[in-house]
């Protein structure tokens, strides 16, 4: 592993995992630690607030103006600001510095500066009270959306603890605005939010299940505080015996989706693919399943962090209800739709389909069960997978590089569902070849022989990737080029001629940091400046100096500067890994 790699992490690898490392310099290292610390500055900033906060309150009780109930919930506040700040800055002592959030190494690398592989995604963690003070237990978030979930019973050395509160920061609860598409899977956030149709599919954003498409109080999974519990209620069992209702939903990055189709040898199309690189996947958990329709999401009490459920709740003005809880993941993802589906037993057939690629495409790629994921999304249309680990193992990506990457796959496929060499005592599917504990709740749908027949077609199909050539790629970034540079020509020329992957766009403007590469590598994350004799000048030198420097603070592009006067050719080998 090169120097680059162990400063910017494995998280980071993705955008530039093809470029010739050994070439490129360290110039940027100072500027992402200053970025990694970031999110640091804003937990110790909200820590220090909350605690100046109580401390007012309680002052304000001395002199007779807050009540009793505000002095205690001042107190605890108190007294859990203290805690993270001890927290943060590493002032509190334990059996190993690893359960804390905030463990050096396993911060950085969480925010993708230090390399990922010994360190997982920064958990979610429930603080759960000891007789002396308390300790901290993590789950991954996808677990912990639903182990941490509010009101779930979480089993502690023998003891019941109850998930109570989260903590809510001092200027109040960071509500999210998300419209989701329930057609595919899409989510639209922000401005995006207000749109009327899906972005991806162009599907209306409607609800669907008793689920809401529009949601204003989504409120991103923190740290979560049990409390010990010596008997849970039967009304509390009844309720939490259902589970929570999860929802998945994905976003591309922009300018990172590729399209491809599976077709057989006379052209008929039998999947339709699209992949996304360092994509965005949201699991939202809307509350508990089996309530009634008007019952979404949880209650919040936003000045204590309480989770409410009394019945009197609701008439406190500090209580919120349809609050909703979200943890968010940036991997690899490709999303497949299946082109012939049949109208009988159609929920089978996706969820044997699902499972069937999924491990296939493990045993192909010797992936462990925990390096990919899956899921159906809206109405079973789409298949989503995405590689769950950390940095991602890299494979989506083959699967429309090489044309006969399905060909393996389903021959794989056959031979996993027993299809190959006949196993008497399997009738639609067992534990050798598609059931796991993972997907026991879809037991009863799955059907190894609903899936043979696409199996077959799919040995004998290709891959063909949508997209101009390299040839029209080549033409359309010409006539992008800045017409008064004929360097910038030479540069594309040269690039195009020997064979090097060509850039995404010419003279497109970055506008987070109002500057304009003459060439853009999107996806491999390097701007490309090509300083013809008109940058000669030492005032234009200044102001290129400055304008660069703005893009490397403001963004994560690598900047690869050539210049006509220098050996501007050697320089521009550390393309040839693209």
Known sequence: MNIYTKLFGQASVPRIKKVNQEQLDLENAHNAFDQACDRWRRLYKDAVE????????TSRYTRGYATQEERDIAKAQEKEALRQIDLLVGQVQGKSNNQF?????????????????????????????????????????????????????????????????????????DYQRVN???????????????????ENCGAKLADSNNNKALLTRLLSM??????????????????????YNITTHFRYDKQKRQSATVQTA????????????????????????????????????????????????SAKDSIHTDVNLMVKNTCNILVIEPLSVPTEEREAFLATLQY???????????????????????????????????????????????????????????????????????????????LSYRNQFDHALINR????????????????????????????LLQQTDIN???????????????????DSAQELIPEANCKPDFLYKEDGIAVFCDGSVHDSLEKRRQDKIERDNLKHSTTYHVLVLRHDEDWQTELTKLAGL
């Open 266 to 313: 006379d052209g008929t199309e039998l999947l339709r693919l699209t992949y996304g690189a360092t994509a965005d996947i949201w699991h939202i958990n809307r509350g508990l399943n089996k309530k009634k329709s008007e019952e979404r999401g949880f209650k919040l009490d936003i000045k204590t962090g309480i989770w409410g459920d009394a019945k009197n709740d």
């Open 101 to 173: 959030e905030f463990y050096p190494y396993r911060y950085f690398a969480a925010e993708g500066f230090l390399p990922g592989f010994n360190f997982p995604r920064l958990p979610v963690r429930a603080f759960i009270p000891t007789e002396e003070s308390g300790e901290f237990i993590s789950r991954l978030r996808s677990l912990a959306l639903r182990e941490f979930a509010p009101g779930n019973v979480i089993y502690y050395e023998g003891s019941k603890f109850m998930v109570a509160k989260t903590k809510i920061p001092v200027g109040g609860a």
């Open 449 to 476: 022989h609903l899936i043979k027949p696409l199996l077959d077609e799919l040995q004998k199909s290709t891959v063909q990737i949508e997209g101009i050539c390299r040839d029209e790629q080549y033409q359309k």
């Open 50 to 57: 909350q605690l100046d906060k109580a401390r007012d309150s």
């Open 222 to 243: 923190e740290t979560a505080i049990a409390w010990r519990r010596e008997r849970i209620t039967c009304d509390e069992e009844e309720r939490l015996k259902y589970g």
């Open 485 to 503: 540079s004929q360097f910038e020509r030479i540069v594309l020329t040269s690039i195009y001629q020997g064979g090097y992957k060509l850039p």
């Open 180 to 198: 989701v598409c329930f057609k595919c899977g899409y989510f639209h956030e922000g401005a995006a939010s207000n749109r009327d149709t899906c």
């Open 356 to 434: 069937a690629l999924e491990t296939a495409i493990q045993a192909v790629y010797k992936l462990e069960a925990d390096e990919l994921d899956s899921e159906r999304l809206g109405d079973g249309k789409y298949l989503l997978f995405w590689e769950a680990t950390e940095g991602g193992a890299g494979v989506l990506s083959q699967l429309l590089e090489k044309p006969d990457s399905f060909q393996k796959i389903a021959d794989a496929a056959l031979d996993i569902c027993h299809f190959k060499e006949t196993k008497d005592s399997c009738i639609q599917a067992c534990y050798e070849c598609l």
